[in-house]
């Protein structure tokens, strides 16, 4: 039998009511309690957050200026960041150590820098960051005639590059330019390696391209920056008359600069480089002579400078050696500086087919063999008579 509900009475409508709104007021100043909460923490929040980016970014802050001394024992941002704090530098050394983590700026420079509380994170750190301290170069002179190995021995020892370093660059990396040997036999699709040492099979195909000259290079560079500096060198040395010349000639570039590498070898003076150009290109042109017989070119195929030549070392197997193969060496036996480029292209006028070395470095001439034997014995008098004083004055000379 279902129960019938008792009517509410008024008392208890008026306490339901009550009740309701009490809850009702409690829901309420709960909103409000965390809203007011959020709104404090997001000004704690902003208030902390442009007190960061004004020492983050050094936005308004109140000139200092400190002298810092970084070593091996400190040379960390975490290491300085109390100091840089203590100094007026930064306020919350916390944070730099995290922003110079994030931003990989951690490992400092060594040495003494000058700081002021106007510089940001950014800034400071910049200034004193290993990633961005000057890299240290050296200065190296390249002299005229020395061979590709001299010159990447040289880079070795003046701590540019390991000279295996170099080779490995010089056989490995692509040099696009247009008058090296390898790119003109890969024009002309002359690539036997046999027949045609330079093309890549050892470091002497870039043999007479390495310009002689002074050049600004990093300790410890990159090998292939080394060789291209050199070669945009050659490059630009060998302007656009002389490769006007190469056409009025007729002539290779890879035959010019192989001209011009034995006269450099040759020539001590510059009086002499264009008549020994002359020599070397009367000799190529005439019937009379198979071999040009130039010693520096026995010397290269030799790989040592002897003062003086044998009979045994005349005839050594090598393709430059020009005792025993016709016309023009492989290729050039050093790199020849601009004056001995010059007397390739600009041989002197005259019809001398000999020449032999003085002991003040000039050379006797000749057109015949005659003349030649008269020259021979005066410059061998004349080493004669040299060593002779020589060794007087050394036998005058007081005992030390």
Partial sequence: MAQRKEPLSAMNKTALQSEKKATGMQVYWSIVRYVGFILIVAVLLSVFLIVLSNDMFSFVKPEENFTIVITEDN????????????NGIINHPLFFRIYAKITGNEKLNPGTYELSSTLGYEALLYKMSLKNAPRATVDVTVPEGYTVAEIFALLEEKGVCTAADLERSALEDEFNYSFLPAASAAASGETDAEETPQVRTDVRWLEGYLFPDTYTFYVDDTPKRVLKKFLSNFSGKFSAILRKRLEELNMSMADVINVASMVE??????????????????????????????????QYALGEHKESLTAEDLKINSPYNT??????????????????IYAALYPAAGGYYYYVARPDGSHYFAKTSADHSK?????????????????AKATAAPAA
């Fill in 375 to 391: 020259n021979v014995a005066k410059a061998a008098q004349e080493f004669k008579d040299e060593a002779a004083k020589a060794a």
């Fill in 265 to 298: 070898k040759e020539a001590k003076l510059d009086q002499d480089r264009k008549v020994i150009a002359s020599v070397i290109y009367n000799r190529l042109e005439s019937d009379s002579f198979a071999c040009l017989q130039i010693d520096a070119t026995v």
């Fill in 323 to 340: 005792y025993v193969v016709e016309g023009l060496p492989a290729g050039p036996i050093c790199n020849p500086g601009l004056q001995s």
């Fill in 75 to 86: 040379d960390t941002a975490g290491a300085i960041a109390e100091e840089l704090q203590n």
